[in-house]
């Protein structure tokens, strides 16, 4: 999957303009594709070029103008090309796994800190999606809302990154309790 995809995802259901988009990304897109605002800026103004999102600018006052993107249909016809296209697997890459990977020749109190860490930032993350999660589905039960409700791509992909991060958060936790254990 490239940028470009993940862009056109994220413009499908409303207008952005490149600060709304990196915020889009930030709470939502996130969970499944990072990317920092210059590369979003970039990929913008290369999806604009080749016809795949159009933008209009926004005049307004005592602010800098702004400028609007949306999904063209030719934009639309590549997310659909690219959805017939194979999904490739996806691998992890940690940094944290590669300290409890060297646990044994590593001190223990420094790498229970890094776990605790990871597991607050999960915790937190945890938090962001289920307050988004909320938020889509209002006051319908979850399952009333994945039955009926209007738009549910965006809430079945912030289920996976809330799903991601709870077992980060819980995995942390188990590898903390085991190097205590055995530090004990």
């Known amino acids: 999957m490239a940028l470009r995809h993940a862009v056109l995802a994220a413009l ?5 303009s490149g600060y709304q988009l990196a915020k889009a990304f930030d709470l939502g897109v996130a969970n499944f594709w990072h990317a920092q605002p210059q590369q979003l800026y970039a990929e913008l103004a290369r999806l604009e070029r080749e016809g795949l999102v159009a933008g209009r600018e926004i005049v307004q006052e005592a602010r800098p103008n702004k400028r609007l993107f949306r999904v063209t249909d030719e934009g639309l016809a590549e997310l659909e090309r690219f959805a017939t296209v194979a999904a490739k697997p996806s691998f992890i890459r940690d940094d944290l796994l590669v300290k409890v990977q060297a646990a044994d020749h590593l001190d223990t109190a420094e790498l229970i800190g890094r776990l605790t860490e990871r597991a607050e930032f999960a915790e937190g993350k945890a938090a962001q999606f289920e307050a988004l999660l ?7 039960a979850e399952a009333e809302f994945l039955r009926y409700g209007e738009r549910i791509g965006p809430y079945l992909t912030c289920r996976r990154g809330l799903d991601f991060e709870r077992a980060n958060r819980d995995w942390c936790r188990e590898v903390i309790a085991v190097l205590r254990a055995r530090s004990a």
Do not use: T
């Open 12 to 16: 499908l259901d409303e207008e952005l």
């Open 134 to 140: 909320k938020g889509m589905r209002g006051e319908r």
